[in-house]
């Protein structure tokens, strides 16, 4: 039962998402996607899980965005702006594709015979032990990736201010 | 000594390959020796081999470097047979070829070109000696291509003027034309042979063959085709005239003496052919007969010398084929080499003129010549005697007559054939000392400018000399009877059996062609040195028959309106190219293909988001409804 | 707990990986698409952890965390990006680097 609450929940955030028109708003409406998306974790049995989505996702990932849309100083017209690009022409097309690609989805799950799921938690340790064990080349990698993004993330966004003369400056402007 | 004979064709060949290789870089002296002495050695060498075949009285010799290729039964050899009649043509090949190097040492020594020129000149000495020597018909059609090639380059030389272009392509296609009929010839007589050795086919057409067979008579005109197109006969001589536009040695070389005998060297070899096919060989006589006549009446009215002299080749050539008609094989040869001993002193001697004359081309503005260029005017003078068959002094008078007796009194020859054969000894007559009266008498309208030296006075001077002498070798039998020629030709070709109770009119006939040939002179005397009004007034009197005689009877007109013109629209009609249409609708489409598909690349991120989830859904749509 | 059908868990899955597909095609500012992205890749790991706890193994939530490394260096590089961008096009509309068209 409340796993049926909750994930209600968690679809009417994530439509909320997509039809807001100011960008703080719709990642607000995220983070509360992500928190409701964390308590299905938590009744499956992974509360570890469920941690980690507060944590990384809700709160460095999401917070990372507001950083750069806070830094890229966005003035009011950007919220004209995404009211001009939103008409009701442009949901037509999407729509019909994702609608297809979702009727497929439930016709897949329909047509297979249904599973119980459990709710036995499979706790902390065991997830260590597995990460550590047989997929200890994906712990690697992921390092690696994490690295990766790291001096990408710096090296791209670095940026070398042009040094130009007062006069020009104002013609620049 | 026989076994020099590979020498002969080789060492021209040599001397081209040579001076095409190193002609720019050596100097102009190098360049001579090297063109000269090849041909030089090479008629030394012909002499050698002449003297040795003749003291040994063989009736051939025949040497083979290799084989060419086999294929399906066909294996021919480059293999070179000297008899008699290939005998009498190398040593005129290279003896006059000889003599007309060393003219064009000095004619050409002012032209950029001069390696290029005994380049060429070489070369083609080699291919006619091949085509002479050749043992098959193959090699004899690589010779015969040969001569047409150097034709073309020769004629064009002076490239750079657009006319001298437009005459080499023309002797090229034309003599094209008859080349087809000829490989078309070969091909039948191969179908029918099995071979292509031309002593395997005589020996053996007496056998395949009854006299008046179709298949027999097919090959005749089919060769005569050939010979026709080389020699330049009724309907394809056309592009003689305007081969005059190349250097005055290669006209003598060429067109005098050598190419366009290529044709009667063709039907004399074949001869055990149209001996089998009487049809044939009346229509050689025929084609010969009007020839003579049509270019003797053009010539009349020519007023560039070298013109004249063109159309009087055509004339002397259907003389040849007159004789080749009737069967009189050793008459023809031996007019061949008496007529190429004076053309080629007319044509050197000519060019000789023209060059004193800073290029002036034009009879009517020469004149006077008789007292400042002598040694020119006398040599000028013997060969056009000969040319005119001065009676009982000059060579031509022995050959001309040789022939004019045999068309009477021959077993295939009639009374038509003689009545043209006199016709054209009249107009000969007279074409020629027009020639000469109007060139060297009367008041000098141009004046001279470069007088010739030694290199070119003494070839004409040995020319001269043969031209008077060289008829002795072959005395009719009312003047002495010699047969020296004929003796060398008589186990090769056959003699020609004459009619019956003819032999007593000879003497009559002599006379009545002596006297012929005297009127013309006495005529051409009284229009140009007594009273040259006359021919002004005649001329302007017949106008139109004497346009339409200048034009050589508008022969090229016809071809152009029936050939040319219709060639020249459909090119013209086809300009958008229907076959290439086909290409070009390839490319179209591809372009266009790619036209709509480049549509696709509009750069906008969410449009290729889209793409990805459309062939995603596809994918899935696929593998579940579509069981594998 | 209840057990309950895995077909509704992964409906829900599928759910918010459509509506964060509508949500990518749909927008045309670029911090838009990334959100969307991130909403995709959120629904993805769901459906890991709920098949993980399907079959009681611990190989879900592996992938899980797998999953969440990857979206934190991709959104990392990613926004950098969009700030370049930001300072060359002067806007955040994703159509104006349409420079790579045929």
């Not at chain 2, 090229?172 to 050795?197: E, K, P, Q, Y």
Request: glycine letters at 8%.
């Amino acid at each position: 039962m409340s796993f049926y609450i909750t994930s209600l929940i968690a679809i009417v955030a994530t439509i909320m998402v997509i039809t807001r028109y100011n960008m703080i708003h719709a990642l607000l409406y995220l983070v509360v996607s992500f928190l409701a998306v964390a308590v299905i974790f938590f009744m499956l049995g992974a509360p570890f899980m469920a941690a980690l989505e507060v944590i990384i996702y809700a709160g460095a990932i999401v917070v990372l965005i507001i950083f750069v849309i806070m830094m890229l100083n966005l003035k009011e017209e950007s919220v004209e702006q995404e009211r001009k690009w939103f008409s009701k022409n442009i949901w037509i097309g999407p729509g019909i594709l994702s609608f297809i690609l979702l009727g497929e989805l439930v016709y897949i799950l329909v047509s297979s015979g249904t599973m119980p799921l459990g709710s036995t938690m499979v706790d902390a340790k065991a997830v260590g032990i597995s990460l550590y064990g047989p997929y200890i080349i994906g712990v690697e990698l992921s390092g690696l990736l994490l690295m990766a993004g790291i001096v990408g993330a710096y090296h791209l966004g670095r940026q070398r201010r042009k040094v130009v003369h007062r006069f020009l400056e104002r013609a620049e402007e | 000594m026989l076994s020099l004979l590979w020498l002969i064709p080789t060492l021209p060949f040599l001397g081209a390959l040579i001076l095409i290789l190193t002609g720019s870089r050596i100097p102009q002296r190098v360049a001579a020796r090297i063109g000269c002495g090849s041909i030089g050695l090479s008629a030394a060498i012909t002499a050698l081999v002449g003297y040795d075949f003749l003291a040994t009285g063989q009736a051939s010799y025949k040497f083979t470097a290799w084989t060419w290729f086999h294929v399906d039964g066909l294996s021919p050899g480059v293999t070179f047979y000297l008899d008699s009649l290939s005998l009498v043509f190398i040593f005129v090949i290279t003896f006059v070829g000889f003599l007309i190097h060393i003219y064009s040492t000095e004619f050409m020594q002012t032209d950029e070109g001069f390696a290029r020129f005994f380049a060429y000149l070489n070369l083609f000495v080699c291919a006619m000696l091949i085509l002479v020597l050749a043992d098959n018909l193959v090699l004899l059609y690589l010779g015969w291509e040969g001569v047409g090639l150097c034709s073309y380059l020769l004629i064009g030389f002076w490239y750079s003027e657009e006319k001298n272009g437009y005459a080499a392509r023309k002797a090229f296609i034309i003599t094209r034309v008859g080349d087809t009929a000829m490989a078309i010839g070969l091909f039948v007589l191969f179908s029918v042979f099995h071979t292509l050795n031309i002593q395997d086919i005589l020996v053996q057409a007496p056998q395949v063959w009854t006299i008046g067979a179709s298949s027999a008579v097919l090959v005749g005109f089919l060769l005569l085709g050939g010979a026709v197109g080389k020699s330049a006969q009724l309907p394809l001589q056309t592009w003689l005239p305007d081969a005059m536009a190349g250097p005055s040695p290669v006209s003598a070389l060429i067109h005098a003496a050598t190419m366009v005998t290529a044709g009667v060297y063709l039907i004399t070899r074949m001869h055990g052919i149209y001996e089998l096919a009487p049809l044939a060989q009346q229509w050689v006589g025929i084609i010969g007969a009007v020839t003579l006549l049509l270019a003797g009446c053009s010539a009349l009215t020519q007023y560039d010398l070298k013109r004249v002299l063109a159309y009087s080749t055509i004339s002397q050539i259907g003389y040849m084929f007159l004789a080749l008609g009737v069967g009189a094989w050793s008459a023809a040869i031996f007019h061949f080499m008496i007529h190429a001993f004076f053309k080629a002193l007319l044509f050197l001697s000519a060019g000789a003129v023209i060059m004193a004359l800073h290029h002036e081309h034009d009879m009517f503005r020469m004149g006077g010549l008789r007292k400042k260029l002598p040694v020119i005017y006398y040599t000028f003078l013997i060969g056009a005697a000969s040319l005119a068959a001065l009676p009982f002094i000059t060579a031509g008078f022995y050959s001309k007559d040789q022939i004019l007796w045999l068309a009477w009194a021959g077993e295939r020859g009639n009374l038509w054939f003689f009545i043209a054969a006199l016709t054209g000894a009249f107009i000969t007559a007279m074409y020629t000392f027009r020639m000469v009266f109007v060139t060297f008498f009367g008041e000098a309208k141009t004046h001279i400018s470069h007088r010739p030296g030694k290199r070119m006075t003494i070839p004409l001077v040995i020319l001269a000399v043969l031209s008077l002498i060289g008829g002795f070798i072959e005395l009719p039998h009312t003047l002495g009877h010699v047969t020296l020629f004929s003796n060398i030709l008589s186990p090769l070709l056959p003699a020609v059996p004459l009619r019956e109770g003819v032999e007593s009119t000879e003497w009559t006939l002599q006379l009545i062609a002596a006297a012929f040939s005297l009127g013309g002179i006495y005529i051409a005397y009284i229009f140009y040195i007594q009273q040259p009004k006359l021919a002004d007034d005649l001329q302007s009197a017949t106008r139109g028959v004497h346009q339409f005689w200048f034009r050589g009877w508008d022969l090229d007109a016809l071809y152009d309106f029936v050939f040319v013109r219709p060639f020249v629209y459909l090119s013209k009609w086809n300009k958008g190219d229907v076959i290439d249409r086909f290409y070009t609708l390839l490319v179209r489409l591809t372009e266009y293909f790619n036209e709509t598909f480049v549509r696709t690349q509009n750069g906008i991120l969410r449009w290729y988001i889209m793409s990805i989830v459309a062939g995603a859904i596809l994918i899935i749509t696929i593998s579940l409804f579509i069981q594998p | 707990m209840k057990t309950l059908p895995i077909e509704s868990g992964l409906l829900l899955a599928g759910v918010l990986f459509t509506l964060g597909l509508i949500s990518v095609l749909i927008r045309r500012n670029i911090i838009f698409m990334l959100i969307s992205v991130e909403i995709m890749l959120n629904a993805a790991g769901l459906a890991f952890i709920m098949a993980g706890s399907r079959w009681v193994q611990a190989d879900g939530q592996v992938m899980f965390i797998f999953i969440l490394t990857m979206a934190a260096a991709e959104v990392s590089v990613g926004l950098a990006l969009i700030l370049q961008i930001y300072h060359q096009l002067k806007t955040l509309d994703s159509d104006a680097a349409d420079k790579m068209h045929g």
